[in-house]
């Protein structure tokens, strides 16, 4: 009985091995036409009045997949980033801007607010999520661009009157985009807080012995 059960496992990992490597293989069949076309890079979605919307696939789809993936594969609580998402998703919010010319902005240092109140969620809960802290943190850092900065601005930005056609691209400035940036400056600022937090605890304890 033990053989088969070990055979069946042997299966199943070797299924899942195969299953995300035909994932994979798909994926970077799928990006193959925008490295050859750097145009194809943007996927249209819709049109309104003299706006052209566009998704851009490294600065938004990436990152969302990311996301998807991580949800999935680490059992991310749901709960816990819909909660979570409300404050930071504000914050993404106070800090963009909508500009004609350039499209939804947040300046420096303003665009780091958000990453860093990602931080302090995911570590001040840290007792709670228990793992996979990096996920929540990175998942958080870019739903709350897309929500805050990009969907909350982009009625206002749509009303802008302009003569010629004008582009809203999600994600446009590729993996350089702030949708990327606040998913990596999220882990860094909560690697930063845990670093800090744990020396504090090592100082604490050597001051107690002293």
């Not at 809960?125 to 900065?149: D, E, T």
Request: hydrophobic fraction near 55%.
């Amino acid at each position: 009985m033990k053989e088969i059960d070990k055979n069946v496992y042997k299966i199943k990992n070797i299924y899942s091995i195969h299953f995300h490597q035909g994932i994979f293989c798909i994926l970077l069949i799928s990006l193959l036409p925008t490295i050859i076309h750097p145009n194809s890079l943007r996927i249209h979605i819709l049109s309104i009045s003299n706006w052209t919307i566009y998704l851009d696939i490294l600065g938004f789809i990436l990152p969302v997949l990311i996301c998807m993936f991580l949800i999935i594969k680490r059992h991310i609580d749901i709960k816990f980033i819909i909660i979570s998402l409300i404050p930071v998703s504000l914050m993404s919010y106070l800090m963009a801007t909508p500009i004609l010319e350039k499209g939804i902005v947040s300046p420096f240092p303003l665009w780091l607010f958000p990453p860093l109140m990602v931080g302090v969620i995911v570590l001040s809960n840290k007792h709670i999520l228990r793992k996979n802290l990096y996920s929540y943190a990175f998942i958080l850092g870019v739903f709350s661009v897309i929500i805050g900065a990009d969907l909350a601005h982009l009625p206002a930005l749509l009303n802008y009157t302009s003569t010629t056609s004008m582009q809203a691209i999600f994600g446009g400035a590729g993996i350089f985009d702030l949708i990327f940036l606040s998913g990596i400056f999220s882990i860094l600022f909560l690697k930063f807080l845990t670093f800090i937090q744990k020396y504090e605890k090592i100082k604490i304890s050597k001051d107690y012995f002293i």
